[in-house]
């Protein structure tokens, strides 16, 4: 029976999601989340909310995926059992940004990634030095890990160099995609 299977892969996935250190507590509820190639949460709980589910995005028109286009793992996504599971983004539900499963950047991720690599490969004041640190120390300063402080250091030290347009461009394309601790760090 088809509600059997889903509740048995939601409990298989609480488990899964606590060895990924999202911890557990009574009001948090686990689903699976779909969302649009750039990134824009289009329904967190496609299990218990299917009606909210779209193929394509209402604010982008990109197509959506629930589940990770490499490995095919569904997209983790978690809630309070609290509020009512709607079409918005909301902080209790932030998009992830890397499979919880092979550990790999999802599309949006990945478009960020390109595109900063893409627009610091034009700046001639960035030696390929510099290009090498921000390039590796990416991945840091897009989510939170130990190393976020050190990389955004690193990345906001190879921007002294940079003047006008490029640096302004960086800011804009980055800022809205770092986190909160390395934004502070790179722009203070
Ligand atoms: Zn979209
Ligand atoms: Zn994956």
């Known amino acids: 029976m088809n509600t059997y299977k889903i509740n ?12 990924f250190g999202f911890g557990y507590d009574s009001d948090t509820q686990y689903d699976v989340a779909q969302i649009c190639l750039n990134g824009h949460l289009v329904n967190e709980a496609t299990k218990k909310s299917p009606q909210f589910s779209s193929k394509y995005c209402g604010k982008c028109g990109q197509p959506t995926i ?4 490499l490995c095919k793992s569904p997209i983790a996504s978690r809630y309070q059992r609290s509020r009512t599971p709607s079409m918005s983004s909301s902080p209790e539900s932030p998009v992830p940004f890397y499979c919880h499963d ?8 990945q478009t960020i990634i390109d ?5 610091i490969s034009g700046e001639d004041e960035l030696t390929p030095e510099d290009k090498k640190i921000i390039t590796e120390n990416l991945p ?5 890990t130990p190393r976020t402080p050190l990389a955004a250091s690193r990345v906001r030290k190879t921007l002294e160099g940079m003047s006008g347009a490029g640096k302004e461009v ?3 394309l980055l800022s809205d995609n770092v986190t909160e601790s390395a934004k502070l ?4």
């Open 115 to 119: 595109t900063t690599i893409e627009l």
């Open 102 to 109: 092979c550990g790999k950047p999802y599309p949006w991720t």
């Open 170 to 172: 960086f800011k804009q």
């Open 66 to 69: 629930d589940k990770c286009p």
């Open 8 to 19: 048995t892969r939601v409990v298989i996935e609480i488990n899964n999601y606590s060895t």
């Open 185 to 188: 760090l790179i722009w203070p």
């Open 140 to 144: 840091d300063i897009i989510s939170q």
